[in-house]
């Protein structure tokens, strides 16, 4: 071995990785006199007004812990001593000035990007430099949960070498025809470092700031001056683009939430999670890889004039090694009331010799045009006013029970949910409210008259929030019907938004209840009969977030509920388990969770190329065969090969505007279960008759 060859390399290593350096830069930044002033007004305004005004001893110590884990979740970053020293700092940081250490926050912060420069670094000189062979038995660590920080940099480095080495083999399993596969991932590297070079002051700031709300509650932010800005567009809906809200994972875009009427919504190919790769402008030959950027500049590209198009590349949520790909073409366009109104349809269902109708009204949101509603138009558009007159056109049709399909709904007016649970339930109270101040109050509308006095259903998810929770609630409560579905969100708080004296903050001020005393908060609606999910719920929703608010009980109101027979209610249960394991369809999703729950759990991502398109293969293949087995069960042609199914899925995956009974298995079960009550209570009424 020559000893001399091995000492040349490692001062050329250096040297390279110095001049690199000195060409990414360094942040440096400071916690200047009005950025503490700032902070202070913010934690002042959050003690003083929050809903839980308690601190603890350790606040900053927590306060730091937090920025920490946010900023390298992954472990990827910070060494074991690093992450000690900035606690150890922590421990004895004297809280007599000031409660929580932004001077700390900020080295923290700076230490990250730099971190992240040097990583950047590394991966282009690895690029460069090494001839990575996909052979062997080499595997990256996947599974977050049980990591450990990395003792030293070289740890660190022997694991930017794997992540660097996955990214070019995702990229060779991703796209073989791409020549220019290397390239682009060198640019995106570099990208990544100019984009890290222009962040501001601002930035910095925000970040500490956001890990010191989130120390009250999750909800609880502060907008810098842009992102309030950012923020009303959003709000005010006059936002063109294409209908979503994004957050970032590491150097991706992923999506958190879709805008009910928006295209992304309506074309019925992305999901929450779906990360963005690329991106291209209408007739434009060429994507804009995007993996990287910065979150707003990823929401200036898709931003554009309202009619243009443009494509987007995603990384489904269920990929389990981010080498799958699908393209999105959208139109943008302006998102208005109309797009996010309430639609129905009927729907038959035969039992025996019996036909029922079941009428389905589809609710994206609780909205309302505040303006026509304060200059007292009684043709004010709203989510009550437009169900009213479904509801009319229903009993005109001799409908015989209703589903409120609110899957998805993430609230919006608290009056709108008032008013849609007269409809059913006539007067009364709906919702308690507690402010910070421990005053209680109850909500509802008191002249309401019952529009709907046949049998109903509330149809929920993981998404139903807010609203949504207080509707099926009250539902619920009243004993008015059954909820159908999945564990809601849990979203039991309300906020409110105040001026600083540089940008804005949104503060929890209170807590809704339901009639009975119980909160919505953590533990969400839980639904009267559960349908089976493809995915675990209980990886997202308001219980998996950093502090949030838990549940508790005040004291109930005065109401009074409705007759519902629990005996004939325990047998249409027992008729929805019979089906769970006779419907192919029901049976289909129980084999997506079981899926969902090996990929979930799996640890290591090989990094060998032969076992990843092996991999791969498996999985396209038993997709194929799951979703043959459906339709050979019920009586459908079976698809030859994956690819048949891809073209399949993309053109049925194009959302027209009526509501979809067949080939929404969740909504279709939902009606066999309204119809099953119906069926059974009215057998009840004769045997009762004839006694």
């Known amino acids: 071995m020559n000893i001399k060859k091995i000492k040349f390399t490692s001062k050329l290593f250096i040297l390279t990785l110095f001049s690199q350096s000195l060409l990414a830069g360094n942040i440096a930044f400071k916690a200047d006199e009005n950025r503490v002033l700032l902070s202070d007004e913010i934690f002042t305004k959050l003690t003083e007004e929050h809903y839980a005004q308690i601190l603890d001893d350790d606040f900053n110590y927590k306060y730091i812990e937090h920025l920490i884990n946010e900023l390298d979740n992954n472990k990827r970053y910070f060494t074991k001593y690093e992450v000690n020293r900035f606690l150890n700092s922590a421990k004895l940081f004297n809280p007599s000035k000031q409660t929580f250490d932004i001077k700390s926050a900020y080295k923290i912060i700076n230490l990250y990007f730099n971190r992240l420069l040097e990583f950047s670094d590394y991966q282009i000189m690895l690029i460069e430099k090494e001839a990575f062979i996909y052979s062997g038995v080499d595997s990256l660590d996947i599974y977050s949960d049980d990591n450990e920080w990395q003792a030293s940099k070289l740890a660190l480095k022997k694991l930017w070498k794997k992540i660097t080495k996955n990214d070019m083999l995702t990229s060779e399993l991703a796209d073989k025809s791409d020549d220019n596969s290397i390239e682009n991932i060198k640019k995106r590297y570099t990208n990544r470092i100019r984009r890290i070079n222009q962040r501001k002051d601002e930035d910095i700031f925000s970040l500490a700031m956001s890990s010191l709300t989130s120390q009250f509650d999750p909800h609880s932010t502060y907008f810098s001056p842009r992102s309030a800005e950012d923020f009303e567009l959003n709000m005010s809906l006059k936002l063109e683009g294409i209908g979503a809200l994004l957050t970032t994972e590491d150097d991706y875009a992923k999506i958190v939430s879709l805008v009910p009427g928006g295209p992304a919504e309506k074309s019925g190919r992305i999901d929450p999670e779906d990360k963005i790769t690329r991106i291209k402008q209408g007739d434009s030959e060429d994507f804009v890889d995007v993996v990287g950027w910065r979150v707003d500049e990823v929401v200036d590209l898709i931003r554009g004039k309202s009619g243009s198009s443009l494509d987007i590349e995603f990384i489904p949520s269920d990929s389990e090694d981010n080498s799958n790909r699908k393209v999105v073409n959208l139109v943008r366009e302006e998102i208005k009331l109309e797009d996010r109104a309430a639609k129905s349809s009927i729907h038959s269902i035969n039992i025996l010799d019996q036909e029922y109708k079941i009428g389905i009204i589809d609710l994206p949101t609780f909205y309302i045009d505040f303006e026509a509603y304060r200059k007292r138009d009684p043709d004010y558009k709203s989510s009550s006013n437009d169900v009213k007159k479904i509801l009319k056109e229903f009993n005109k049709e001799s409908v015989d029970a209703v589903i409120v399909d609110l899957r998805s709904n993430s609230g919006g007016s608290l009056l709108e949910a008032n008013k849609l649970t007269g409809l059913f339930v006539s007067s009364g109270a709906t919702v308690q409210v507690k402010q910070n101040s421990g005053k209680i109050g109850s909500w509802g509308d008191y002249y309401a008259k ?14 139903s929030a807010s609203a949504s929770e207080i509707f099926a609630g009250a539902i619920q409560d009243y004993k008015r019907g059954l909820v159908i579905g999945h564990r809601t969100f849990g979203k039991g708080t309300v906020q409110a938004i105040d001026n600083l004296s540089s940008g804005q903050i949104k503060i929890t001020e209170s807590k809704f209840y339901r009639v009975t005393g119980e909160s919505t908060q953590n533990k969400g609606v839980v639904p009267d009969i559960e349908l089976p999910s493809s995915w675990d ?14 549940w508790d009980t005040i004291p109930p109101v005065r109401y009074r509920t409705f007759d519902i027979d629990e005996d004939i209610v325990a047998a249409v249960k027992k008729a929805h388990l019979n089906r769970l394991n006779e419907s192919p369809n029901m049976t289909y999703i129980q084999n997506l969770r079981e899926r969902y729950d090996l990929v979930k759990n799996k640890k290591e991502l090989s990094l060998n190329i032969d076992k990843r398109q092996q ?64 069926y059974l209570n009215d057998k009840f009424l004769i045997t009762k008759l004839n006694q």
Not at 452 to 460: C, D, G, I, N
Not at 628 to 641: A, P, S, V
């Open 537 to 550: 719920i209980e990886s997202t929703g308001e219980s998996s977030l950093h502090m949030s608010l838990p």
């Open 615 to 678: 991999e791969k293969s498996e999985r396209k293949n038993w997709i194929l065969n799951v979703e043959n087995e459906r339709r050979q069960d019920t009586g459908l042609d079976i698809f030859k090969e994956y690819s048949d199914m891809e073209d399949f899925n993309k053109e049925k995956d194009k959302k027209d505007e009526d509501i979809d009974v067949e080939n929404d298995y969740l909504l279709q079960e939902t009606a066999n279960i309204i119809a099953d009550y119906i």
């Open 450 to 463: 019952q529009a709907w006095k046949k049998p109903m259903a509330v149809l929920v998810d993981r998404g």
